[in-house]
């Protein structure tokens, strides 16, 4: 197991599956304690399982990254509970495939309040812990979907 993160705390969004559980794990092997930060319970205890190794930390925290304030809870329990928050992968995403004709308001304002507003208001509640340490390191991920139209 690596120790290039040893002491290190790492948010992970949308931890649960796919790309952010890949996350995670790997951010885990190289030695940092995470916070699973997923809507999904069962996902996300699932992950938090698999990242317990030795001297391995691992919190669940459900989140619904839409909402500041369950974002502002998120930050305060990684805080509290890890001590610290060295790192943030703004993950969650979603894809909702339509035609551009019957995509609806509450159909776009799902895709942006998930795939931009949270990655910004994530990253703000994250900052005054990581000004505070003067340290810290965000990462956020995108999908080519957000580049490539599509024809349904």
Same mark, same amino acid.
């Given at each position: 197991?690596?120790? %290039? !993160?040893?002491?290190? /705390?790492?948010?992970?969004? &949308?931890? &649960?599956?796919?790309?952010?559980?890949?996350?995670?794990?790997?951010? $885990?092997?190289?030695?940092?304690?995470?916070?699973?930060?997923? !809507?999904?319970?069962?996902? $996300?205890?699932?992950?938090?399982?698999?990242?317990?190794?030795?001297? &391995?930390?691992? !919190?669940?925290?459900?989140?619904?990254?839409?909402?500041?304030?369950?974002?502002?809870?998120? /930050? %305060?329990?990684?805080?509290? %509970?890890?001590?610290?928050?060295? +790192? !943030?992968?703004?993950?969650?995403?979603?894809?909702?495939?339509?035609?551009?004709?019957e995509?609806? %308001?509450?159909h776009? =304002?799902?895709?942006? =309040? +998930?795939?931009?507003?949270?990655?910004?208001?994530?990253?703000?509640? /994250?900052?005054?812990?990581?000004i505070?340490?003067?340290?810290?390191? +965000?990462?956020?991920? $995108?999908?080519l979907?957000?580049? +490539?139209?599509?024809?349904?």
């Amino acid at each position: 197991m690596g120790q %290039e !993160l040893a002491s290190r /705390v790492a948010i992970v969004t &949308g931890a &649960g599956r796919g790309i952010g559980r890949a996350t995670a794990l790997e951010l $885990a092997r190289l030695g940092a304690d995470i916070a699973v930060a997923e !809507l999904d319970r069962v996902t $996300a205890d699932r992950t938090a399982s698999e990242l317990k190794g030795p001297g &391995g930390r691992a !919190l669940v925290l459900p989140t619904d990254v839409t909402s500041p304030a369950a974002l502002a809870g998120m /930050v %305060e329990r990684t805080k509290g %509970e890890l001590g610290r928050i060295d +790192i !943030l992968v703004n993950n969650a995403g979603i894809y909702r495939a339509a035609a551009t004709l019957e995509v609806t %308001e509450e159909h776009w =304002d799902s895709v942006l =309040d +998930i795939n931009a507003k949270a990655v910004f208001f994530a990253s703000q509640a /994250v900052l005054p812990v990581m000004i505070a340490q003067k340290r810290g390191v +965000i990462v956020n991920l $995108a999908s080519l979907a957000g580049k +490539i139209g599509s024809k349904t």
